[in-house]
DNA sequence: TAAATCGGTGCCATAATTTGGCACCAAATG
DNA sequence: CATTTGGTGCCAAATTATGGCACCGATTTA
């Protein structure tokens, strides 16, 4: 077993375990008891805090504050799955186990084959800290991180976006809009844009829009959006 | 040379020149021929698109679609790296190589000595685009990374914040809020929050919070954000 | 056409790194 | 005290990475 694999299996053993002994991870993970103690000592320089207690009943213990975990994303993957985790972790309180069992095929789809592994193994490390009551996944509407590519160049290089926009009937317009600015109320993000053809801002769910392109060559200007702000005026550059 | 450097520096290198041969690259490096083709190899399985050309004139060359990178950072840093990276590409169009040489210090602070060495690594490897007109980096704000551990922590889980904010005329106040929403106007990031003590919405700018902690023990409700909006209503369940 | 350049593959010995076993220490427990 | 458990140093064995070499095919240039 690599050591990238193994690393993950202590973390992943101990969050599930809560104590284990050096012994016990080394029959697990099927490695020698100095490859695991080398190990432990590795992710302690990572930054893991990981307790110890010797004597009979002892064995090792990751720091509940410790949140950070071994996998690591490329950046691309680790926006689409940030947006993703975030909002489920907003909708309601449920565990990552579940996510990881019965939602995982959602977002299978949305992310290659390879990356899946990954994932899985993001979510196996990832800190679930007081999430409680679980919840079915299928209740959950996630953002679509095949959707995020095409949106971020809009937004931050301020071109005109085309896109499906399934309304609350379900009646499905075409839109081409100027995206203004990213509204999240957890778990939903909202687009808010300025509509061309209607003159007027709207907002868009981002789980109803779909299919969104850039349409080149159409730079804009940033609008003044009409949000009212009594502490400080929007729209204005940081000094 | 470790084989992750080794990657990076081969992606590096072809971004830089446009084309590279493989004996340029194995020189530049301090690795054999033989070497850098199996590297070269181990890229395109991981998904970056690397033409060739044989024959005088030829050479490598990375596909100026593929915007991926070698780095691989854990959640917390490129959750942070993210936030700054976008605001910063939205403020203004700039090259990250001016980023990379100037303005890292800023970044330097908010981030830990060692995780600066990935950070560098990560603003070599980032596919700069369209990106042009050069522009003095001192000039943007930046949120700062290490206000979003509480930050997120808060808005995510429902848990009251403390902080102290700086308004437009430079006065400090310290506040008690119900994180509600998030609202991104580029490069500006606000906090949509429900401020207790005056029993209403205030915005705040992210870049003016300071000091934000946690207040244990006080989960919250959502509340109905006041936006108004006629495609569909806020803060309604996706299905 | 011939020579030179350049990417690409297979093979294998050598170099470097990782792993496992062993001895042994310190702390805690019954 | 014997036992359990974490932790370290050391070294040989196993595993993996590297470099050199021969050689192929494509392309360019003379």
Redesign the pocket.
């Known amino acids: 077993?690599?050591?990238r694999l193994?690393h993950d299996a202590i973390v992943r053993i101990l969050r599930r375990n809560g104590?284990?002994?050096?012994?016990?991870?080394?029959e697990e993970i099927?490695?020698?008891?100095?490859?695991?103690?080398?190990?432990?000592?590795a992710l302690?320089d990572q930054g893991f805090v990981?307790?110890?207690?010797?004597?009979?009943?002892?064995?090792?213990q990751l720091d509940p504050e410790s949140v950070q975990t071994t996998t690591r994303l490329s950046v691309t993957e680790v926006f689409a799955l940030i947006i993703s985790v975030a909002a489920m972790r907003a909708a309601r309180s449920l565990p990552f186990s579940d996510f990881a069992d019965a939602g995982l095929a959602k977002i299978e789809k949305a992310l290659s084959a390879e990356k899946v592994r990954d994932l899985r193994r993001l979510l196996d490390c990832l800190y679930v800290g007081q999430l409680s009551p679980k919840q079915n996944i299928s209740d959950l509407g996630l953002i679509d991180p095949a959707l995020l590519p095409a949106f971020e160049t809009a937004f931050l290089q301020r071109l005109h976006l085309r896109f499906h926009y399934r309304d609350v009937k379900g009646v499905e317009t075409i839109r081409e809009v100027e995206p203004q600015a990213m509204l999240i109320l957890p778990p939903l993000w909202y687009l808010v844009a300025w509509d061309a053809a209607r003159e007027d801002f709207r907002y868009f769910r981002m789980d109803r829009i779909s299919k969104p392109e850039i349409v080149e060559g159409t730079q804009f200007r940033r609008r003044h959006v009409p949000f009212e702000d009594d502490v400080c005026p929007f729209n204005e550059m940081p000094r």
């Open positions: 077993m690599n050591i193994r104590t284990a002994t050096v012994n016990d991870l080394a099927g490695a020698s008891r100095r490859t695991v103690l080398r190990d432990i000592g302690r990981i307790h110890s207690e010797s004597g009979r009943g002892g064995g090792l």
